[in-house]
Nanobody, 119 residues
């Protein structure tokens, strides 16, 4: 089992920055890919960014150039730095991890952290 705890959300003005954190615990050595997803009000969950255990990254089109995902495998932490925030970035952000146990991959999610971009 893997447990993920998201933090770092809050209220930020347009153009501002925010850093989200995700602390992983449990069977952390089973974790492979990690990422951030978000759900805006009334919409489906969408990709923000992913990162492999080797550090390869992928970003959603809506955040490219404004977001940086990173992971510290020694501290079991996933980070998301977001800059130039826009009102449309308002959403609940979820940490995600894929962990392999035996021959199967399992998905784990954080509880979510709310980001509100508003003046």
């Amino acid at each position: 089992q893997v447990q993920l705890v998201d933090s770092g959300g809050g209220l930020v003005q347009p153009g501002g920055s925010l850093k989200l954190s995700c602390a992983a615990s449990g069977s952390i050595f089973s974790i492979n890919d990690m990422g951030w997803y978000r759900r805006r009000p009334g919409e489906q969950r969408e990709l923000v960014a992913t990162i492999t255990v080797g550090g390869n990254t992928n970003y959603g089109d809506s955040v490219k150039g404004r977001a940086t995902i990173s992971r510290d495998n020694t501290k079991n932490t996933l980070l998301l730095q977001m800059n130039s925030l826009k009102p449309e970035d308002t959403a609940t952000y979820y940490c995600h991890a894929v962990a392999r146990f035996g021959s199967y991959d399992y998905d784990y999610w954080g509880q979510g952290t709310q980001v509100t971009v508003s003046s």
